[in-house]
């Protein structure tokens, strides 16, 4: 099978890989259809390593997928050939104490598509565990698919936050996370949100979403617009998703008293915290290392029209043009939010059967529903 592999840092090749063996007891085959393009794949990309995480091998890049059933291990109830799903890419020991706790994110066991030596999902064919796949309602498209992986982080943090009706949420760093984040607190009761960037066509696009108040930090200080916007009290919850240092100079001044301050951009560099003017003002910390126990719920806001994800898809590549979707968000374009790759299907003899007894259904090849 074909697979976009990370030969090391800066070398990225679309070439055969080994097919992946028969799904084993738990277990759903499942075509990758739409994978995105993550922080951490570019950064394995341009560094090498994301932290203790080091490129030693050729690593299949992607954890952001979608895709269809195309074969159910034994044991699996539930699925079928065809079905249409979305994959959480940690797998977790789940007898792990982390699991049984049901903070299975933070198992130290936990397998992550593409996070070394683990091999990612962007290729033909990979097998998941069932238990870990989410069926996609007809009216969610792959694309909307590969993005719930993302919107699990924003989801998580609002969960963590402890959202009351009418707060108000300030968030800094207006990338896809930071959105999804700004979406998600939306959702969970925040009366308004705002949200920082030095991009003003990112902002652009964070505007459109109602409740949600654009702050260009080439214009306008971000602490004194938080004051106005809260009577001078500061916001009940901020989040931080940028993972700049230069943000943590400021951030603490945007919280309210008894606030909350939910940390979710990773620092490249260590970054000092004065304690002593936390525990004045009672701020609670919350830190977000992937999710847990999110994703249905994800998968039924989006269904139910209550988070558009449309807007925050710019732009799609086809597997072959892999490098060219890379080299694009290592630019950083001002105006990109996610990119994504869709993976082309080869036809089997049984797939082209399907299609010429009209069974096909539009789910299959390079359709996006």
Same mark, same amino acid.
């Given at each position: 099978?074909?697979?976009?592999?990370?030969?090391?840092?800066?070398?990225?090749?679309?070439?055969?890989?080994?097919?992946?063996?028969?799904?084993?007891?738990?277990?759903?085959?499942?075509?990758?259809?739409?994978?995105?393009?993550?922080?951490?794949?570019?950064?394995?990309?341009?560094?090498?390593?994301?932290?203790?995480?080091?490129?030693?091998?050729?690593?299949?890049?992607?954890?952001?997928?979608?895709?269809?059933?195309?074969?159910?291990?034994?044991?699996?109830?539930?699925?079928?050939?065809?079905?249409?799903?979305?994959?959480?890419?940690?797998?977790?020991?789940?007898?792990?104490?982390?699991?049984?706790?049901?903070?299975?994110?933070?198992?130290?066991?936990?397998?992550?598509?593409?996070?070394?030596?683990?091999?990612?999902?962007?290729?033909?064919?990979?097998?998941?565990?069932?238990?870990?796949?989410?069926?996609?309602?007809?009216?969610?498209?792959?694309?909307?698919?590969?993005?719930?992986?993302?919107?699990?982080?924003?989801?998580?943090?609002?969960?963590?936050?402890?959202?009351?009706?009418?707060?108000?949420?300030?968030?800094?760093?207006?990338?896809?996370?930071?959105?999804?984040?700004?979406?998600? @607190?939306?959702?969970?009761?925040?009366? %308004?949100?705002? $949200?920082? &960037?030095?991009? *003003?066509?990112?902002? /652009?696009? !964070? #505007?459109?979403?109602?409740?949600?108040?654009?702050?260009?930090?080439?214009?306008?200080?971000?602490?004194?617009?938080?004051?106005?916007?809260?009577?001078?009290?500061?916001?009940?919850?901020?989040?931080?998703?940028?993972?700049?240092?230069?943000?943590?100079?400021?951030?603490?001044?945007?919280?309210?008293?008894?606030?909350?301050?939910?940390?979710?951009?990773?620092?490249?560099?260590?970054?000092?915290?004065?304690?002593?003017?936390?525990?004045?003002?009672?701020?609670?910390?919350?830190?977000?290392?992937?999710?847990?126990?999110?994703?249905?719920?994800?998968?039924?806001?989006? @269904?139910?029209?209550?988070?558009?994800? %449309?807007?925050? $898809?710019? &732009?799609?590549? *086809?597997?072959?043009? /892999?490098? !060219? #979707?890379?080299?694009?968000?290592?630019?950083?374009?001002?105006?990109?939010?996610?990119?994504?790759?869709?993976?082309?299907?080869?036809?089997?003899?049984?797939?082209?059967?399907?299609?010429?007894?009209?069974?096909?259904?539009?789910?299959?090849?390079?359709?996006?529903?």
């Amino acid at each position: 099978m074909k697979a976009v592999v990370l030969e090391e840092q800066g070398v990225i090749n679309v070439r055969e890989v080994p097919d992946v063996p028969a799904p084993g007891l738990g277990e759903l085959k499942i075509a990758p259809h739409t994978v995105g393009v993550c922080g951490s794949d570019l950064h394995y990309y341009t560094h090498g390593r994301v932290g203790k995480y080091v490129v030693e091998q050729p690593m299949i890049l992607g954890h952001e997928a979608s895709g269809t059933v195309v074969e159910v291990g034994p044991g699996v109830e539930g699925f079928k050939v065809g079905d249409r799903v979305a994959m959480e890419p940690g797998i977790p020991d789940m007898s792990s104490r982390a699991s049984k706790l049901g903070m299975y994110n933070v198992d130290p066991a936990v397998r992550f598509f593409a996070t070394p030596p683990i091999d990612g999902c962007l290729c033909e064919t990979v097998n998941h565990p069932a238990a870990f796949t989410y069926k996609l309602p007809d009216n969610v498209s792959f694309g909307e698919g590969a993005l719930l992986e993302p919107l699990a982080v924003g989801m998580w943090s609002a969960t963590k936050a402890r959202i009351k009706p009418g707060d108000v949420c300030v968030v800094t760093g207006s990338g896809t996370v930071g959105m999804l984040t700004a979406s998600c @607190a939306l959702a969970g009761g925040a009366s %308004k949100v705002l $949200i920082s &960037d030095v991009s *003003a066509i990112k902002l /652009a696009i !964070a #505007a459109q979403i109602p409740g949600i108040i654009p702050v260009d930090l080439t214009k306008e200080d971000l602490v004194e617009r938080v004051r106005e916007e809260t009577g001078g009290w500061g916001a009940d919850v901020a989040f931080e998703c940028s993972g700049s240092p230069k943000s943590y100079e400021t951030f603490w001044k945007l919280i309210a008293p008894g606030g909350a301050a939910v940390i979710v951009g990773i620092p490249v560099n260590p970054v000092a915290i004065d304690i002593t003017e936390l525990q004045a003002t009672e701020v609670r910390i919350e830190n977000i290392f992937r999710y847990a126990n999110v994703y249905q719920k994800a998968i039924d806001l989006v @269904a139910n029209g209550k988070l558009n994800l %449309k807007p925050f $898809i710019t &732009d799609t590549y *086809a597997m072959e043009d /892999a490098q !060219a #979707a890379f080299d694009r968000m290592a630019e950083g374009r001002p105006g990109d939010i996610k990119l994504q790759i869709t993976v082309k299907k080869r036809l089997t003899l049984r797939t082209l059967r399907n299609d010429e007894r009209g069974l096909c259904h539009g789910r299959c090849c390079t359709s996006q529903r």
